[in-house]
């Protein structure tokens, strides 16, 4: 940019030239003058500007010389007070709360916890929704302090291990087929009814059924016939009294000498029998059925 006129000399020879007086003067005049003090303007201008952007980023970003904003940085890493919005995912190693509270995950829809395989194909999912709770796993177990397993449910059943299981509703619990179990028992001081209200109902049990009420008396009522069959027992009815209050009286009618009457005899083990009924009492007859 400098211009510099030299003078040039030959041996021998001295030419005067006009330009001469301009000899050695260095320096940057008329439109480049100007265009340098413009740049140096320009220049000083953003220089201006973009210190006056550092101070306003400064301020606006909360600059400090722990960190910036709410972000502080510390000897363990990164503390961040106030709400922190991430838009898109979030990768950590470990979520947990604060020594002194506790950790709430929220949302207006669902929050879903996946757990996945190296494929990352989904092998469990528990799903909270605004209207369900829904777990998607092989198994669902729910396990007590010690370990011990208290619900368990998988394809093929669901496991209570609990002492106890309670169903509280009016409606009670409802078996689509068959319940099993050792023991049906009432509550105590409650009332245990078997009801079929509808249709029949049966009791099974090849090796016996045993109907005790060892302090209250033993009903059985039926519109129509009551059997008592045995195939090879006997009919024993070990009481005191035996009432058949209602039975009917025979009326003396025409006589016929076909017709053949039975009196009814007892034997001392109380056995019954039949006797052909004669003039005097024919039991004592017949009575070698007692032997
Ligand atoms: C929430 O979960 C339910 C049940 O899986 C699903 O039907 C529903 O579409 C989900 N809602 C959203 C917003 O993903
Ligand atoms: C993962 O899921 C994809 C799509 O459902 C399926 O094609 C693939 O076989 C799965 N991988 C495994 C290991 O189950």
């Known amino acids: 940019m400098v211009r510099e006129q030299y003078a040039t000399t030959t041996e021998g020879t001295t030419i005067e030239r006009p330009e001469n007086k301009y000899v050695y003067k260095i320096g940057i005049y008329g439109w480049r003058k100007r265009c340098l003090y413009l740049f140096v303007l320009l220049l000083l201008i953003i220089l201006l500007v973009n210190f006056g952007l550092t101070i306003w980023i400064l301020k606006v970003m909360w600059f400090s010389p722990t960190g910036m904003g709410h972000l502080r940085v510390t000897n363990d890493g990164l503390r961040l007070e106030g709400e ?13 709360s604060r020594v002194d509270s506790s950790l709430l995950l929220q949302s207006t829809q669902n929050v879903t916890v996946n757990a996945r395989n190296s494929e990352g194909n989904v092998t ?10 829904e777990v998607q796993s092989q198994q669902f177990q729910i396990k007590s302090k010690e370990g011990k397993p208290l619900f368990t449910v998988d394809e093929e059943e669901a496991v209570v291990g609990t002492g106890r299981l309670r169903v509280t509703g009016p409606e009670g619990a409802i078996f689509e087929h068959s319940v099993e179990t050792p023991l049906v028992r009432a509550d105590p001081f409650q009332e245990l009814r078997l009801e079929s209200p509808t249709r029949s109902l ?19 009522l039926s519109q129509m016939d009551i059997t008592f069959h045995s195939s090879d027992g006997m009919l ?3 009481a005191e009294t035996v ?6 009286q025979g009326t003396q009618g025409p006589a016929s000498s076909s017709q053949r009457l039975y009196e009814i005899c007892v034997c001392p083990d109380g056995k019954l029998y039949l006797s052909v009924a004669g003039v005097d009492t024919t039991c004592h007859e017949n009575s070698h059925i007692c032997l």
């Open 243 to 248: 009432r058949l209050p209602k039975l009917v």
């Open 236 to 238: 024993v009815l070990d």
């Open 84 to 96: 922190s919005e991430f838009l898109f995912p979030l990768y950590v190693k470990e979520i947990r």
């Open 124 to 133: 469990g999912r528990l799903k909270v929704g605004p209207k369900m709770v």
């Open 202 to 220: 049966s009791m099974d049990a090849p090796k016996g059924v045993h109907i005790k009420a060892h302090a209250g008396k033993i009903e059985a």
